[in-house]
C-alpha cells in the first residue's frame, strides 16, 4: 500500500529549492455537483423514483462534448411516470393488504407465562395464545420489495402467572404492547420511470464529465477518474493511506444479441491537469456478461507511471460469450481516495459491429478546447469600464481556435461560422463567416493531422457593443462551429461547435472559474501578488478570492489582505494593507464558483490607479491554497516575495483571485439598484438557449416558472440564471413575477 503524501509532493515535481513555490492536488472539487433523487427522509422506499432504463442499439458514442449521463431529475407527473403503492402487511399470499387499524406482535411480546418457584428454584412455562393469524411482512427499506411469512398475534401483551412453593398466587401480570406493537401497517409509493432516451448513455456520474483536465483533448469534453466521489469529496476523507476501487463510469445495457465483430474503441490519458497515476494506480474496463450471475471481468487495463499527458487507444474485442441482449460494459480506477489524486480522462468511447479499427483513426474534427472570452487580457471586466472604453482596443486581435483532425490524413478546410447575441439578439453583423484565412507560422490552409490553431482576425470583424444596456451587467452568448470540406472527414457534427457566455460585471478575472490545482508560497511573512491593468482608474469595494483544501486544512491560518502599487513591472508602494488587528483567514467555499468575497478594514474603498497588484502577506509558513486555472496561462502576472525579491511563478496558469470594483452592482447580493423603481425592465437571454437563460432586470428579486407545450411546470426558482441543460429540446413558456406574485414576463423561448 502506497503512501498518499508521495502522491501531493510529487504532484507537479515541485522542488523546495524553487523559491518556495507550492502547487499541489485539490482535496475536494467543489465543481462536481449532486445528482438530485428526490426520496423521502430516512431509509423508507417511499417517494423513491426507480429508473426502468432501456437497453440501447448499437452503435453507441460518446466524446463527451455534450452531457450523456442519465439525469435522474424526473418528477411525479411525467408522462413516462407510473407508481405502485407496497404495503409492510399483507394477507398470507401476499396479495391483500391488512386492515389498517390492527397491530401485531410476535411469540415473544404475545403469550401466556407461568412461574414456579419450589424451595426459591424457579421455572418458566409459557403458553401461546390459541388466535395466531399468517401475515405476510414486507420490508419497505429497500428495492425490489421482499418479506417473509410470519406467525403473529394481535394480542400484543404477556399475561404473568406465579406459583409458589405449589401456592398459585391470585393476582396475574400484565405486561401490555399496544402503544409499541413490533408490526402495524405502513405503505410506500413507488414511482417508475420509463426512460429511453437513446442520448443518454451512461447509468452513474462518479466519473467527472468536465472540459478542463485533459491536456490537448481530441475533442470538448472528456471523463476524468481521480480519488473523488461524485460530490467532489475524497470517497476516504482523512485516511491518507487509503487506496482503493474509486471511481466508476457504467453504460446503459445495450442489445448484441445476433452481433459478431463488435470492438470497443476508446481514448485514454493519464495526469492531463491533475495529478500523475503512479505505477499502483490502473485504469480498467470491464464488462457484463449477461449470463453470469453478476459477474463483471477485466478486459483490459492501463498502469499509471508512464507516457504521462499522451493519448492512447484502447482497443479491445468483445467476447463470443458477452454477446447478448443486455450487455454492459464501465471504467473504473484504483487510486488514493483520500483527494483529487491520480487523474485518468477518456474520450471518444465508441461501441459498434463490423468494424476493424485497429489504428488511432476516428476520421473525426472537433474543436478541443472550449473558448473562455473574445477580451484580449480578461476573461471578464466591469461592465462600467468596458463602457468607458474604446471597446476595439480591447478585443482579442487574433482569435485562435483549437482544432483537432483525427483523420489518418490532412483535411480540407471548410467555412465555419460565428455568432454573438445580446439579449438573444444577434450583434455586430454575426454571423460571421469564418473563412480560410492566409498562411500563417501556425496555419497552413489545411486541418492538418492532430492538433491545430485556427486563427480568426476577430478585431478586424467584430467588437463588442458597449452601449447595449444601461444595466451595471451585462452578458454576451457566443457561438463558434468549424467544419471539413469532405463530411467523411468529419463524421460527428456534435464536437464541432462550441459556446461560451462572457460576461461583464464588477470585477475582473483572468481565470475560467474551475481551478485544477492549489497554490501558494512557503515561508512566514512571504508574499504574493497578481498584477492587473485596468481600463481605468477607480475604487475597489474588496476582492473575491477562490481558496480550495488541498493535503491540510489551513482554513485557520491568517494572512493580511494587502494592495500594491506598481514600480516598473512589478508590486511596489503598499497601498493598502490589514493590520494585525483586522486579519483575515481562507475560507473554503464547497460550491460552485465559490469565491469569498473579502472587504477592507472599517468597509472603507480603496482608489487603485490602472496598473496595480493585490495579493496578501501571510503570517505563518504555510502555503495557503488558493484555486489554480491551469487552462489559462498568467503566470507573467503572478508575483512572489519570499526572500526579499519579486519572482513571478515558473507555473503556466492563472488565480483565482478577483478584484470588485464600485458599480451600480451589488455585489454581495448579486443585486441591481435601478435607478426609478417605477421603470421596471425584464427580459430573457439567450433565445434560443443551450444551457443557462439568464433573467435580466433592474428588480432585487424575481421569481420564475417554465412551462412545457402541454402547461407542465417543469422548472420554478427565485434565481436569476435558470439551468436549462437537462431539458428536452422544444419550445417552453417562461414566466416571470415579482416578489409579490405580479406577472412581469411571460414568452416563448427555444430549447436547443
Avoid at 501531493?8 to 523559491?19: M, N, P, T
Avoid at 481521480?226 to 460530490?231: A, T
Avoid at 499522451?310 to 468483445?318: M, S
Avoid at 455586430?428 to 498562411?439: D, E, M, Q, Y
Wanted: aromatic content about 14%; proline content about 5%; hydrophobic content about 35%.
Amino acid at each position: 500500500m502506497k503512501l498518499v503524501l508521495l502522491s501531493f509532493l510529487s504532484f507537479f515535481s515541485v522542488s523546495l529549492l524553487a523559491q518556495e513555490e507550492i502547487v499541489s492536488p485539490l482535496g475536494a472539487n467543489p465543481h462536481i455537483t449532486k445528482k438530485n433523487f428526490k426520496t423521502k427522509s430516512g431509509n423508507s422506499i417511499d417517494s423513491s423514483f426507480i429508473y426502468n432504463i432501456d437497453t440501447l442499439d448499437l452503435p453507441v458514442w460518446d466524446d463527451f462534448s455534450i452531457n450523456k449521463f442519465l439525469p435522474y431529475d424526473s418528477d411525479y407527473t411525467d408522462g413516462n411516470v407510473s407508481s405502485q403503492w407496497y404495503y409492510q402487511l399483507m394477507n398470507s399470499t401476499n396479495t391483500v393488504p391488512q386492515n389498517p387499524a390492527f397491530k401485531f406482535c410476535d411469540s415473544l411480546k404475545s403469550h401466556h407465562d407461568t412461574i414456579a418457584v419450589t424451595a426459591g428454584i424457579p421455572s418458566v412455562y409459557s403458553y401461546y395464545f390459541p388466535t395466531v393469524q399468517s401475515v405476510w411482512v414486507n420490508n419497505l427499506n429497500a428495492y425490489p420489495v421482499n418479506g417473509v411469512l410470519m406467525n403473529l398475534y394481535q394480542e400484543c401483551y404477556v399475561l404473568v402467572d406465579s406459583v409458589i412453593d405449589g401456592v398459585p398466587d391470585p393476582d396475574q401480570d400484565t405486561i401490555w404492547y399496544t402503544s409499541n406493537p413490533d408490526y402495524v401497517q405502513d405503505s410506500a409509493n413507488v414511482f417508475f420511470v420509463d426512460y429511453n432516451d437513446p442520448n443518454k448513455i451512461w447509468v452513474d456520474d462518479f466519473a467527472y464529465h468536465n472540459y478542463s483536465y485533459a491536456k490537448n483533448p481530441w475533442s470538448l469534453g472528456v471523463a476524468t477518474f481521480d480519488g473523488l466521489n461524485e460530490n467532489g469529496w475524497p470517497y476516504d476523507f482523512g485516511n491518507m493511506s487509503a487506496h482503493e476501487s474509486a471511481d466508476v463510469l457504467t453504460s446503459r445495457p445495450i442489445n448484441l444479441a445476433g452481433k459478431t465483430d463488435v470492438y470497443l474503441t476508446f481514448l485514454y490519458q493519464s495526469k492531463g491537469y491533475g495529478n500523475a497515476p503512479e505505477t499502483e494506480d490502473s485504469l480498467l474496463l470491464e464488462w457484463w456478461l449477461p449470463d453470469s450471475n453478476a459477474w463483471w471481468p477485466s478486459q483490459w487495463y492501463a498502469l499509471g507511471g508512464e507516457a504521462l499527458d499522451t493519448w492512447d487507444t484502447g482497443y479491445v474485442a468483445v467476447t463470443v460469450a458477452a454477446l447478448d441482449d443486455g450487455f454492459r460494459f464501465r471504467f473504473r480506477n484504483w487510486a488514493s481516495t483520500s483527494g483529487a489524486l491520480d487523474h485518468w480522462h477518456i474520450d471518444y468511447v465508441n461501441l459498434e459491429d463490423n468494424g476493424l479499427p485497429t489504428v488511432s483513426n476516428f476520421s473525426d474534427l472537433a474543436v478541443s478546447e472550449p473558448i473562455h472570452t473574445l477580451l484580449d487580457d480578461y476573461t471578464a471586466v466591469p461592465w462600467d469600464h468596458f463602457k468607458n472604453a474604446n471597446a476595439s482596443e480591447k478585443m482579442i486581435d487574433t482569435l485562435k481556435v483549437k482544432v483537432y483532425n483525427s483523420d489518418l490524413t490532412p483535411t480540407n478546410y471548410a467555412n465555419g461560422g460565428l455568432e454573438i447575441r445580446f439579449g438573444g439578439i444577434l450583434q455586430g453583423g454575426s454571423p460571421f463567416v469564418l473563412a480560410n484565412p492566409a498562411i500563417t507560422s501556425e496555419w497552413t490552409g489545411n486541418w492538418e493531422m492532430g492538433l491545430n490553431k485556427y486563427p480568426y482576425p476577430l478585431a478586424a470583424n467584430y467588437t463588442y457593443n458597449n452601449s447595449v444596456t444601461a444595466l451595471p451587467k451585462a452578458a454576451f452568448d457566443v457561438k463558434l462551429n468549424i467544419d471539413a470540406a469532405v463530411s467523411g472527414a468529419n463524421v460527428f457534427d456534435v464536437n464541432d461547435t462550441t459556446y461560451f457566455t462572457q460576461k461583464f460585471d464588477n470585477f475582473y478575472s483572468y481565470d475560467d472559474g474551475s481551478a485544477e490545482a492549489a497554490y501558494g508560497v512557503t515561508g512566514s511573512h512571504s508574499l504574493l501578488a497578481y498584477q492587473f491593468e485596468a481600463y481605468e482608474e477607480d475604487t475597489l469595494t474588496g476582492i473575491l478570492i477562490h481558496w480550495v483544501p488541498s493535503v491540510d486544512d489551513h482554513s485557520d491560518k491568517l494572512f493580511l489582505l494587502t494592495i500594491w502599487n506598481d514600480n516598473a513591472g512589478q508590486p511596489g508602494t503598499i497601498i493598502y494593507q490589514d493590520d494585525y488587528f483586522n486579519t483575515n483567514h481562507p475560507e473554503y467555499s464547497g460550491a460552485i464558483n465559490g469565491f469569498r468575497y473579502y472587504t477592507f478594514m472599517n468597509d472603507q474603498n480603496i482608489v487603485v490607479p490602472e496598473k496595480f497588484y493585490v495579493g496578501w502577506e501571510q503570517i505563518e509558513s504555510v502555503s495557503l491554497n488558493v484555486g489554480l486555472d491551469l487552462n489559462l496561462d498568467n503566470s507573467h502576472r503572478i508575483f512572489r516575495n519570499v526572500s526579499g525579491t519579486w519572482q513571478t511563478s515558473s507555473y503556466d496558469a492563472s488565480l483565482l483571485i478577483r478584484p470588485v470594483y464600485s458599480t451600480a452592482l451589488n455585489y454581495t447580493l448579486d443585486l441591481t439598484e435601478p435607478e426609478n423603481t417605477d421603470e421596471i425592465s425584464v427580459s430573457v437571454y439567450p433565445n434560443p438557449v443551450k444551457n443557462v437563460l439568464t433573467v435580466q432586470t433592474n428588480l432585487y428579486s424575481v421569481q420564475y416558472s417554465v412551462y412545457d407545450m402541454t402547461g407542465r411546470e417543469v422548472l420554478s426558482g427565485n434565481e436569476k440564471e435558470i439551468e436549462m441543460s437537462d431539458l428536452n429540446s422544444g419550445v417552453y413558456i417562461v414566466q416571470i413575477k415579482d416578489s409579490n406574485g405580479l406577472s412581469l414576463y411571460s414568452g416563448k423561448v427555444i430549447k436547443e
